[in-house]
């Protein structure tokens, strides 16, 4: 959707602000609209969340996996002490006198092999080898597999709402740095105009002495004002330069960024209500909330199958032997039943925890939205504030010039101190500098109220609306 916004950008470019700042030479002029589609694309936390989205949903296809038979294959090798097998030659003794006595007599050519044969039957030599494949197959796991899979389901939305709050913090975070470094900048620019007023007035100043209308102390207190206000001016330029940096940083850009869309405030907004009504429906923390109480509900169904019989299907298939007995059976079927009677009463501790964590997230359910509410409501009502302090400032403004106006003129005409001028044009700065402030404050609030709604997209469209004011 950003990019819906910029064509309002491009226009947005146009505004003084652009003409002031706007030098190939000092950094990439750049729109607030197109700033945040920078760190939508280039944002290290965007990445590594679209990461873990991916590999929560590879873990649902495995907990999925958990319905299918489970195949294996599987090769061993045995060597035993003894061969197995049947010895019967202690029974020719007594088979030789079972005939006598029935009168049967054998040839001594038949009966003589026979007697000197060994009556011994190897069933299955010393050493042997298989090659087999077995089978496993859940029945009824008493709903572990199900709860398994929901739980797995729910996960990938959980990542979901943490993406979605990670994006809005980031937006949050781009109105901080990128009309931060707007607000710099024009304190940069304010505290330019100031050093190069008080140069002016010391000019004056050194021109009224020569001519012996001012005293020298006056000359004197002209240059330690301005030297005042060079020291304001790089102390201005250093801070702007640390938040340049700050801003490239959360953009993900190599070069510097100028901002180009102005500061705003607006005259108008929506009533708490509605803010409120908002992050019910949008918060990602409250969404976020409510798949830990799904996730413990679930666990509590798992651990509840762990008072149920599990039951299975399983078979199994020699691929391959070497010297296995003939007797042994080449494939094999069957069902099991298992049922835990006693483990050390775990799984009924397991059972019990898990219904406490539920309780704990209702009860944590019902404090975060009590403390997203009156979050809500405090920013609320400093941005309200602020609004009505800009139409102050603007008055504030005006009279400042005018006083300045008048107190340099009185100056030059000999009828008013030095100090009544430096005092002067300080206080103009003051005022501009609060105006500037005031306009930054609103930002930064309106940002965080819409981060705390789940509403951080609504930002930009803030900036199109009928009561947009913006303030350069």
Known sequence: MYKNFVAFAIAMAALPLFAQQAD???????????????????????????????????????????????????????????????????????????????????PPTIAGPIMSADWGYTLQERDFAIVGATVKAPIYTGGKINAANRAAKIRIEEGRQKSAANKNSLQTELVERYFGLSLAMHVVDVRRQVVEGMQKHLDDAIKLEQNGMIARVERLYAEMKLSEAKAELKKAQSQASTIAAALAGTIGSEENVIPVSSMFVLS???????????????????????????????????????????????GGINIYDYKLTNLAPRWVVGAGVSFKLFNGLTREYNFAAAKTTVKQVEALQGKINDDINTLIEKLYNQLTTVSEQIEANDATIAFAKEYLRIKEKAFLEGTAPSSDVVDARLNLAAAEIARLQCAYNFDLQLAQLLEACGASDKFIEYRSKSSYKAIN
């Open 268 to 314: 108008q907004l929506e009533g708490v209500d509605y803010y409120q009504a908002l992050a019910s429906q949008n918060s990602p923390i409250l969404k976020q909330v409510d798949m830990k109480k799904s996730l413990a509900q679930e666990a509590v169904k798992a651990e509840r199958a762990n008072f149920i019989p599990q039951v299975a299907a399983m």
């Open 24 to 106: 190939s030479s000092r950094g990439r002029a750049l729109a607030y609209e197109e700033a945040l589609i920078m760190v939508m694309d280039n944002n290290g936390q965007i990445k590594a969340d679209r990461y873990a989205e991916e590999a929560l949903v590879k873990a649902k296809k495995a907990a999925a996996g958990l319905r299918s038979p489970q195949i294996s294959l599987g090769a061993n090798y045995t060597l035993m002490s003894d061969k197995i097998g049947i010895d019967m030659n202690g029974l020719k003794e007594p088979v030789g006198g079972l005939l006598s006595g029935l009168g049967i007599q054998l």
